[in-house]
C-alpha cells in the first residue's frame, strides 16, 4: 500500500445499497435470523440430537463415542460450514481493504481456494473415516452404573433408534415433542429433518435457476423466431401439472433425495426463464447494452456479465419463493409416501405419520413438523417479499 | 491502406424497417466519406435517419426489425458489412468507437467506471489487469476527469451527467480509435457543459488524428468544428458540402431553411423564421421530393411533386472549387441535365 495517511473512499456498490434498504427492515431482519438459525440448527443437528454421548467415562476410560460416530458427510458439512463463514468474512474484509481494482481477481482466487479446500477435504474424509456402526446402549450404561461422567446431547436421542417402549406417546418429560409411531423422538426427528428440508429447497432452486437464467437470457437477446418457439416449448412446460409429474417420475426413480431434488429443479424453472427473458427484452434496448456492443466486447461478456446482474433481481426473489415452495412439495411428497425413504427423516415423513395405522389422530405429529414447515416458508417468503422491495429500482432511483 | 486519404466511404446504403405497419425506409442510397482525421457532420432533424446511418456502420440496427438493404460500408477499404460476426467485434470497440447521446444510461450501473474501461482495453489491447487499469486512470485524466485514479473506483451513478458523457469518452477513446462516431453526444447537456466536451473532442482528435463522424441536429456546432456536412432529410442526404460553402451559399431549400432559423449574433430582428409543416413519416413520405410539401420554391411545382431529385454534383462550370458540392433538388443552379424528364 503506498499511501496509508489518505483513507479511500470507495462508491456504494449495487450489493451494498440493496442491503441497506432490505436492513431497514428490522421485522424481515429477525425472520432472516430466523433462516439463519435453522441453517445452523441443520448444520449441527448430530451435536444437538443424539443418542451418543459427548464423553463418557467407561472402567476409568474416556470415550468420544459422539465423534466417532459422526460420517464423512457430517463432517463434510462442517468443513464446507466453516470454510463457508470464513470466505463470508474475508468478502466483508475485502470490501473494506482491497482496493476494488483488484478484488474480483482477490474474490476470485479466494473462492477458488475454498472450494478446493471443501472439494479435497470431503475427499479426504471419505478416504479417512471409516463408517462405524456404534449400537452400544450408552443410557443403560450410564443408567446400571456402567459408565459414569457422560455428556449427553441437548436431545439424548438418535432419529434412527427406534423404541417400541414408548410409541405414540404425546409430548412429555422425557420426549418434549412425543414419540412417533415406532417410538423415535420427534423433536429428534425434526431437527435432523431440516437438513434434507432446507437442502431440498436450495439444491432444487439452484438447479431451477441456473436452467431458467440460461433459456431466458437465450431467448429474452435472440428475440424473433429462436424466441417465439423457446417461449412456446416454455408454455408447454407450464401447462404440465408439475406435481403430478414429480409424483409420476418419482415412482419410476429409486427413492432417493438427490433425485427428489433433481426432479424438483428440472420441473420448476419456467418462472425464471420467464422473468429473465422478460428482463433480457427490457435491457437489450438500454443504452448501455448497445454501448457494450459498440465495444465489441463478445456475447458472452454482454449476456452474462453486463446483462445478468441488472436482470437477477426477479430472479433473487423467485428463488427465495421457489425455496418455500421445493420445501413445501418435497413435505407433499413425503406425505404421500415418495418423499425420502425411512428412517432418514423429513418434516413431510414426520406429518404423514399423524394418522396412525390403528386410527387414532396423533396431534403432535402433524402440529409440530406442521408448524416447521409452515414458519420456514413464511421467513422465506417476507424475506423475498422485503428483497424485492429493495431491489425495485423505482424505490431506488428515489434515494 | 487507400492512398486518398479516405477512412470510411459508404455507397448507396439503404436501411429499411420491416414493421407490422409497412416497410419504414429509414436510410436511402446514402453515400458520403470521411477522410482521416476530419470531423465529418451528419446534419438532420430527428427521425430523419442519420442514427440508423450510425448505427449502421456498427453493423448495430436491431435486426429483426431493421434490415441493411443495398449499399457498401467500406472502413479502411473493407466492406464492413461483410465481416463475419467475430471480424466485425475485433472493429467495434478497437478501431470504431461510438459515444451515445444519452451519458445517464450509456454506462452499465453495477460497475465501477474503471472495471468498465478495463474491460474493454484488456479485450483489444490484450493488456494485463494492472496495466488497463493505469490506462483506464490515464483516459479518465485524458477527458478531464479530477482525480482519475481515485475517480477509476467509482460507479456510474455517483457521477453528473457531464463527468459520465467524459467517461463514456474515454471508454470510446481508450482502445485509440480510427474513428470515432458522435450520436448527439452533448444532446442531453448542459449548454456550458457542451462547449466543453466538444472542445475535448477536438483536442482528442488533434492528439490522436482519429476522424469524427458527428451527428447533430445542431448546426452551430457543426459550423465551428466539421470540415464536410451532409445535411438529411427524410432518409435521404439532400445537401453534401465543405462546411464553409455550406454556410455560405446554402443551395437546398431545406439547408436554407435550416440556416435561417439559427439565431445570429446581434440578431434583433422580428421573429426567427422556421420551415412550416413537419418532418414526414418514414411510413407516409410524399411522392416526388420529399421536401416539397414544405419548400418555398417547389410546394406548386410538378416536377417537386413527382420526381424525386438525386443527389448530384453540381454542373455550372466554374471549376473545382464546385466539385464537392453536392445537392439534391430541381432548382439548384446547375442541377439539371438535359436528359432529365421534363413536366
Partial sequence: MGDNKQQKTWGTSYGEMVWKEFAKSRFTLCWLGFII????????????????????????????????????????????AIVAFIQFLLVLRNRRCVDPSIRAG??????????????????????FIPRRLDATDYKSMVASGKATGAVFAPVPYGFGRTDLKVREQPPNRQHWLGTDDVGSDVLCRLIHGSRISLSVGFVAVGISSI??????????????????????????????????????????????????????????????????????????????????????????????????????????VNATFG??????????????????????????????????????????????????????????NLVGETLRDAIDPRLRESV | MSDNGILLDIKG?????????????????????????ET????????CGKSVTALSVMRLVADPPGKIVAGEINFDDRNLLELSDQRIRAVRGNRIAMIFQEPMTSLNPVYTVGEQIVEVVRLHQKKEEAEAWDIAAEMLRKVGIPDPVQRVNEYPHQMSGGMRQRVMIAMAISCKPELLIADEPTTALDVTIQAQILDLLDQLQEQSRMSILLITHNLGIVAERAENV????????????????????????????????????????????????????????????????????????KRCQTVEPQLRRLDNGRGACQSDRQVACWFAPGYERPDDPKI
Wanted: charged residues 15%; contains cysteine; proline residues 6%.
Fill in chain 1, 37 to 80: 438459525l435453522l441453517f445452523m440448527l441443520a448444520i449441527f443437528a448430530p451435536f444437538l440430537a443424539n443418542d451418543k454421548p459427548f464423553v463418557i467415562r467407561i472402567a476409568g476410560q474416556l470415550h468420544w463415542p459422539i465423534f466417532k460416530a459422526l460420517t464423512a458427510s457430517d463432517y463434510g458439512i462442517f468443513l464446507a
Fill in chain 2, 230 to 301: 451532409a445535411v438529411m432529410y427524410a432518409s435521404r442526404i439532400v445537401e453534401l458540402s465543405d462546411c464553409k460553402s455550406l454556410f455560405d451559399n446554402p443551395l437546398h431549400p431545406y439547408t436554407q431553411g435550416l440556416l435561417q432559423s439559427l439565431p445570429r449574433l446581434g440578431f434583433t430582428g422580428k421573429r426567427l423564421y422556421t420551415i412550416p409543416g413537419i418532418v414526414p413519416e418514414p411510413l407516409r413520405f410524399p411522392a416526388g421530393c420529399k421536401f416539397h410539401p414544405r419548400c418555398p420554391i417547389g410546394c406548386n411545382d
Fill in chain 2, 40 to 47: 465529418f457532420a451528419l446534419v438532420g432533424e430527428s427521425g
Fill in chain 1, 211 to 316: 436452467i431458467g437464467i440460461i433459456i431466458g437470457a437465450i431467448l429474452g437477446y435472440s428475440g424473433g423466431k429462436t424466441d417465439f418457439i423457446g417461449m412456446r416449448f416454455v408454455e408447454i412446460m407450464m401447462a404440465v401439472p408439475v406435481f403430478f409429474l414429480i409424483i409420476t417420475i418419482v415412482a419410476f426413480f429409486p427413492r432417493s433425495l438427490f433425485n427428489i431434488m433433481l426432479i424438483i429443479g428440472l420441473t420448476t424453472w419456467t418462472d425464471d426463464a420467464r422473468f429473465v427473458r422478460a428482463e433480457f427484452f427490457k435491457l437489450r434496448r438500454q443504452d448501455f447494452v448497445q454501448a457494450a456492443v459498440s465495444l465489441g466486447l463478445p456475447l458472452r461478456s454482454i449476456l452474462f456479465r453486463h446483462m445478468l446482474p441488472n436482470a437477477i433481481a426477479p430472479v433473487l
Fill in chain 2, 13 to 37: 446504403l439503404c436501411v429499411s424497417f420491416f414493421t407490422e405497419d409497412g416497410v419504414a425506409r429509414a436510410v436511402q442510397d446514402v453515400s458520403f466519406s470521411v477522410k482521416k482525421g
Fill in chain 1, 323 to 380: 425455496i418455500a415452495g421445493a420445501i413445501f412439495i418435497e413435505a407433499a411428497l413425503s406425505f404421500l409416501g415418495f418423499g425420502v425413504a425411512p428412517p432418514t427423516p423429513s418434516w413431510g415423513q414426520i406429518l404423514s405419520l399423524g394418522v396412525s395405522t390403528t386410527g387414532r389422530f396423533l396431534w403432535w405429529l402433524t402440529l409440530f413438523p406442521g408448524l416447521a414447515i409452515f414458519f420456514t416458508v413464511l421467513a422465506y
Fill in chain 1, 106 to 127: 482477490v474474490l476470485w482466487r479466494q473462492i477458488t481456494i475454498s472450494v478446493f479446500i471443501v472439494l479435497v477435504g470431503i475427499i479426504l474424509l471419505f478416504i
